[in-house]
C-alpha cells in the first residue's frame, strides 16, 4: 500500500512557476515509477510525466516538454514537478501517480493516487 500527499499548488500568473511535492508513505517508495496527471473542468485526467523508480527515464507529455521537469528523492520519499512558462491551459487538478513497472500514461493503469492539488493560473 502506498499513499500519496501533494502540496504545492496555487495560484501563478501566466509565465510564472511552481514546484509540487508529492510525499509518499511506505519503505518501498523507491520500487514504484510515479507520475504527475491533471484534470480540468470537464475534462478527462491526463498524462503531464512520468519517472522510473531510479529517476533515470523520465517522460513527458508533449504540451509540457521542456517546461515541467519531473524528479524524484528516493530518500525522502518524495517525487517533484517543477512548472515553468505557466500557461492558463495549465489550470487543473494535479494527482500524483503510483504504479509498479514502466511509466504509464494511462489513468485507468495507475495503482495509486493523491488527492489532488490545485493550480490556478491566471491569465
Known amino acids: 500500500q502506498v499513499q500519496l500527499v501533494e502540496s504545492g499548488g496555487g495560484l501563478v500568473q501566466a509565465g510564472g512557476s511552481l514546484r509540487l511535492s508529492c510525499a509518499a508513505s511506505?519503505?518501498?517508495?523507491?520500487?514504484?515509477?510515479m507520475g504527475w496527471f491533471r484534470q480540468a473542468p470537464g475534462r478527462g485526467r491526463e498524462f503531464v510525466a512520468g519517472?522510473?523508480?531510479?529517476?533515470?527515464?523520465?517522460s513527458y507529455a508533449d504540451s509540457e516538454e521542456g517546461r515541467f521537469t519531473i524528479s524524484r528523492d528516493n530518500a525522502k520519499n518524495t517525487v517533484y514537478l517543477q512548472m515553468n512558462s505557466l500557461k492558463p491551459e495549465d489550470m487543473a487538478v494535479y494527482y500524483c501517480a503510483a504504479n509498479k513497472g514502466v511509466i504509464r500514461r494511462a489513468p485507468g493503469a495507475v495503482d495509486y493516487w493523491g488527492q489532488g492539488t490545485q493550480v490556478t493560473v491566471s491569465a
Open positions: 511506505g519503505r518501498t517508495f523507491s520500487s514504484y515509477t
Open positions: 519517472t522510473s523508480w531510479s529517476g533515470g527515464t523520465t
